[in-house]
């Protein structure tokens, strides 16, 4: 196998639409653009674009948003690479190498600078039964919803649980779709003199949020507030979710829980976080935060990170939202066409409004903290790193004999040395360090290795050895 070998002034990594924003601003004030994506389709998770043509979503405002800005991408002379799963890159003498699976076939492409739009990932905190068959993540259901038929696989009541805003948004996609929707549990139990203060802030943000409420009463949905999963039920599939009322104390009132039965499906989620792993891999410096997701990427006004020649845009710099990656990207795109030595838009006006819309993301992360602690104690066997068959007890034994953070916790008991490099497993661990009293900024985050994502070696390693050639160029 031979790598095929490209090359641009920028490349930016993701089509979401961060990444499409940047893309659109670069290329419009005149660089050679490069925007890949490992998905089929650009868009991202927001603006996925459904794969049937008579989905009721295709003409959704999020879809539409993603039609647009790849059409916009490409009219201003921009290149988008879908299928296109970026697994390495390094500095090389004229820039960057990005070593690229696409769709089977090895990619290298050559940039001189590079915009890290990557997106964010689920934030999983396991629980009793999360392994089952037919519990998956919420973002996992919309995109079932979004991209398939508009239902889901599998028979019986469906479940929606967790905490955050997000979760009203894949409640309307359960509208949208007009499939069944059983119980609706959220978690925060926010104050209505406190959602009436924020939306006072922000008026403009009220009408999007009085539909977000009025689709999930269209559902049908019982809806439990202050309330969590604490168990999934099961053996060989999903069949029921025990729920319980959170306490005074924040814990769950366990002599009050009951047992939702019949359940086939149960999408949980707590949140997004940030997918780091290629800025870590380049050296970047990073922060932690919960309200934004947690570990993500620092970056100055403009995008620039602290590797020169390396922008960050999106939810790598923290969860925030399409308002929000939008604007970013724009910005940081622009910034690295300047940098570049293109007549790129100094955009005031939008790091303004970047920061309106990042202090209403931060206000509604107050309203719905993500948990940092477990939700619910797992029992010692509970599942809790699947790529290398870790267990609850077994990180709880490490940590009892000292490892106290992220990459010790790895050394001892292999957890997030698997395929995923602990995309899955990482919130999992940091919760169980929390518990015991290690803060998540000192308990670290899993720095990523060669290959971020799973790759045939073939392919590894003619990619690796057509990257070998740039790093010897001048």
């Known amino acids: 196998m031979t790598a095929e070998r490209l090359s641009c002034d920028l490349a930016v990594v993701g089509a979401g639409p961060a990444g499409l924003a940047a893309a659109i601003a670069a290329a419009g004030a005149g660089a050679g653009v490069i925007c890949l994506d490992a998905f089929s389709e650009p868009g991202g998770q927001y603006a996925m674009q459904p794969s049937q043509a008579d989905s009721r979503f295709v003409a959704t405002a999020p879809a539409r948003l993603g039609r647009e800005a790849a059409e916009a991408a490409r009219a201003a002379g921009a290149e988008i690479l879908c299928d296109a799963e970026v697994f390495w890159c390094a500095r090389v003498p004229r820039g960057f190498g990005l070593s690229v699976n696409r769709g089977g076939r090895a990619l290298v492409i050559e940039a001189k600078q590079l915009v890290v739009a990557s997106g964010a990932m689920e934030r999983p905190l396991p629980f009793p039964g999360w392994t089952i068959p037919g519990v998956i993540g919420a973002g996992a259901a919309q995109r079932l919803l979004k991209t398939g038929t508009g239902s889901l696989p599998l028979a019986g009541k469906t479940v929606l649980a967790g905490s955050g805003l997000f979760l009203l948004a894949v409640a309307q996609s359960f509208a949208k779709a007009g499939q069944p929707l059983s119980h609706f549990v959220e978690m925060m139990r926010p104050s209505p003199d406190h959602i009436a203060r924020l939306f006072m802030r922000h008026p403009g943000k009220l009408p999007e949020a009085m539909r977000l409420g009025l689709d999930v009463r269209r559902t049908g949905a019982a809806r439990l507030m202050g309330h969590m999963v604490t168990r999934a039920l099961g053996t060989d599939r999903l069949e029921a979710v025990e729920v319980a009322p959170i306490s005074a104390s924040g814990s769950p009132d366990i002599t009050r829980a009951k047992v939702i039965e019949g359940v086939g499906t149960l999408a949980i989620g707590y949140g997004f976080q940030p997918v780091i792993d290629l800025t870590t891999a380049l050296g970047a410096e990073h922060d932690f935060d919960a309200a934004l997701g947690g570990w993500h990427c620092c970056a100055d006004a403009t995008g620039q990170t602290t590797v020169p020649g390396v922008w960050a845009a999106g939810e790598t710099l923290g969860i925030g939202g399409a308002v929000p990656a939008q604007l970013s990207g724009r910005i940081a795109g622009a910034a690295a066409a300047r940098a570049l030595g293109f007549a790129g838009p100094r955009l005031d006006a939008e790091k303004a409004a970047l920061k309106k819309a990042r202090a209403f993301a931060a206000a509604l992360a107050r309203l719905y903290p993500p948990p940092q602690t477990l939700p619910v104690a797992p029992p010692d066997e509970t ?31 292999r957890a997030g040395m698997g395929p995923c490099q602990g995309r899955i497993c990482g919130a999992g661990i940091a919760a169980a360090l929390a518990e015991v009293g290690v803060p998540a900024d000192r308990a670290s985050y899993n720095r990523a290795h060669l290959p971020l994502r799973p790759v045939p070696l073939p392919l590894m390693r003619a990619a690796m050895e057509r990257q070998a050639e740039l790093e010897t160029m001048t």
Do not use: P, Y
């Open 383 to 413: 599942l809790i790193c699947r790529c290398e068959d870790v267990r609850a007890g077994d990180i709880r034994a490490a940590i009892a004999e000292g490892a106290h953070e992220n990459l010790a916790v790895k050394t001892w008991t």
